[in-house]
């Protein structure tokens, strides 16, 4: 049995139906017969309606790796898949980290001065880096899901191009460069989201997300403590500054896994031609993702026809704009404010400085962990996302109320801030799950949903983060506060939204 989700699209009354979405839900009726068997025998439609109606739930305690109901033969490809698949996108996404983060770091460690940065530079190197990552985003998350080898070789090319930026000898060569590493890494987080999504069920899809972004506080804190010894041990080695050096070696640091990546990478289970596993356990992998409504992939070559059916479905829109508020949410993790916050205590030196970075994604990799299993378990995310945003609200207030909070207090705030970006493998699984049906929606909504929060994320920061108003950042802080309530509400709106549409498509499955 085939269901076009076009039905349910946009909140639409099913009683009254538009002539133009009637030609559209034909269209994506034509692409499904074409992408999907149409005989089904009753197993598999009982399968699915129970997946339907409670979006994959298994049993499973909470800190199983198997669940209960996997055979042998599933927990021996499980076992590949993570070592094939998780070893690769969590090795590259902590080089991503090193190879993006460094910036901070390089500016505390003497590149502020030897380039003589003044002013409002460094936030705006920062959003050269998101424009690229945000304009190329979506183009080349299309292009990896058509031919997932693009991802391994865009890891090689921002691995040149953070090379390069050891040689900087200005603003505008540094910003090139910056322009460059952004555009190679865009496509790198959703298009790994989408192969996740590809491989593991629901039950399983929450920690191993968790796993692979466990790697951003890994790359963060390996960037800390890198600078801290280069600071030390390299710099003016064979007459380059330690921050120089410091893009060399995290350069080094990428190049391999690139070509790691070419070697074991298994794309999807319907693109893949891995000779790591067997034809037995590529046709299992496939029947896992029928059984709960997945259906492979009939690719992009069919333009707009294919890329249409999405802007008829309410995924694009909710989705679309579901990372907005959020993105606003993580914004002093991610531009540096709490590292300026510690170096204005006027008391650490450079290297002890860099240390302390590690101590925000430290506890942030506690979080993610932590949520990661949890959603597996109760194999739904708006419990955690509401309990993250009440305790990242609370804890936050230290820097809005500044003369009015002791420096502990602010500690805590500093120890815990990487909670809102805890919550990000939770949202794009849930994407994942969302758009279970079509193979094509997935990816473009999941590269809609990131590039959506890096547009705001592109330009806020010039209105409300502006390196002159450091460590304070009043409005800054008092904007994050105001967004954490936003997200929590959008959080529960969506929730609502499609555990709405969730009972129609089960109606519809069992008819």
Request: net charge neutral; aromatic share 16%.
């Amino acid at each position: 049995m085939v269901v076009s989700l076009v039905e349910f699209g946009a909140g639409a009354d099913t009683n009254t139906p538009d002539p133009d979405l009637k030609g559209v839900q034909a269209v994506a009726t034509e692409v499904s017969k074409d992408a999907v068997p149409t005989q089904r025998n009753d197993e598999e439609d009982t399968s699915r309606a129970n997946y339907i109606a409670g979006r994959g739930r298994v049993q499973r305690k909470w800190y199983a790796w198997f669940a209960e109901t996997d055979t042998p033969e599933e927990r021996r490809l499980i076992l590949k898949m993570d070592a094939l698949i998780m070893s690769f996108a969590f090795l590259a996404y902590w080089a991503k980290y090193i190879d993006q983060g460094n910036l901070t770091n390089a500016y505390i460690s003497g590149m502020q001065e030897d380039l003589g940065f003044y002013g409002n530079q460094l936030v705006q190197l920062q959003t050269i880096f998101n424009v690229a990552y945000t304009v190329f985003m979506i183009p080349l998350t299309l292009l990896a899901a058509e031919y997932p080898k693009t991802i391994p070789a865009c890891e090689f090319f921002w691995g040149i191009f953070t090379l390069l930026q050891y040689r900087a000898a200005s603003f505008g060569e540094l910003a090139a460069y910056r322009f460059m590493t952004g555009l190679f890494e865009s496509a790198f987080f959703t298009s790994i989201h989408y192969v996740l999504g590809s491989w593991y069920r629901t039950d399983e899809l929450g920690r191993r997300a968790g796993i692979f972004y466990i790697a951003t506080c890994l790359g963060t804190m390996t960037t800390g403590f890198l600078a801290s010894g280069i600071i030390e041990h390299l710099d003016g080695a064979h007459g380059l500054a330690g921050w120089r050096w410091l893009y060399i070696i995290c350069s080094v640091l990428t190049f391999p896994i690139g070509i790691f990546g070419f070697v074991f990478f298994p794309s999807t289970p319907d693109k893949t031609t891995s000779f790591w596993l067997t034809d037995a356990e590529k046709e299992l992998a496939r029947e896992r993702m029928r059984r709960i409504g997945g259906k492979p992939a009939i690719g992009f070559g069919g333009g707009w026809k294919v890329i249409r059916r999405f802007f008829f479905r309410w995924h694009i829109y909710g989705l679309g704009f579901f990372l907005v508020p959020w993105i606003m949410t993580t914004q002093p993790s991610g531009n540096g404010a709490y590292t300026l916050w510690i170096k204005s205590l006027g008391t650490y030196s450079t290297s002890r400085l860099n240390d302390l970075t590690a101590v925000n994604p430290a506890v942030g990799m506690a979080l993610i962990l932590i949520y990661a299993f949890l959603s597996d378990h109760l194999q739904t995310k708006i419990p955690i996302i509401i309990f993250q945003s009440l305790l990242q609200f609370s804890l936050q207030l230290a820097f809005p109320l500044w003369h009015r909070s002791s420096v502990g207090y602010k500690w805590a705030a500093v120890a815990t801030g990487y909670g809102q970006n805890a919550l990000s493998p939770l949202l794009y699984s849930w994407a994942n799950e969302i758009c279970r049906e079509d193979a094509e929606e997935r990816a473009f909504v999941v590269s809609v949903m990131c590039a959506m929060s890096n547009v705001f994320a592109t330009w806020v920061p010039l209105l409300v983060w502006k390196t002159v108003d450091e460590p304070e950042y009043h409005l800054g802080y008092t904007f994050t506060q105001v967004f954490i309530l936003v997200f929590m509400f959008v959080s529960i709106a969506l929730w609502w939204y499609d555990k709405r549409d969730q009972k129609r498509l089960y109606r519809k499955s069992v008819v």
